[in-house]
């Protein structure tokens, strides 16, 4: 019978030990001082783009169609020109020239 409390009160302990370091995780994440509980339907605070106070971004940045070669880049590393999208800046000047060409009047 002993054996048995005392397996249930180590199990005891160590529920509560597992819920103590998920809490200071959770503490160090949000930015909260040791001691300090999350105040009760405070999330993390969050700017307009939708990034948290620590930095993260919400959601992934969007991608873009290259028109040249159809390579998906990051919208903030694409060059646009006008209406399209090109992965760099030589698929534009490509592009371009390409598109040129045909539309010159044939001689």
Known sequence: ???????VLLFVVGQWFVKALRRAQTQ???????????????GAARNA???????????????VRCAECGVHAPRSESVNVGVRSFCS???ARAYDARTTAQDRPAR
Do not use: C, D, V, Y
């Not at 019978?1 to 397996?7: A, D, F, G, P, Y």
């Not at 160090?28 to 009760?40: I, K």
């Not at 948290?52 to 959601?59: E, F, I, V």
């Open 49 to 63: 783009n939708g990034a948290s106070a620590s930095g993260k971004a919400a959601l992934p940045e969007p991608m």
């Open 1 to 7: 019978m002993r054996q048995i409390l005392l397996l």
């Open 89 to 91: 800046a030589e698929h």
């Open 28 to 42: 160090t994440r949000t930015g909260a001082q040791p001691g300090q509980g999350a105040q009760p339907g405070q």
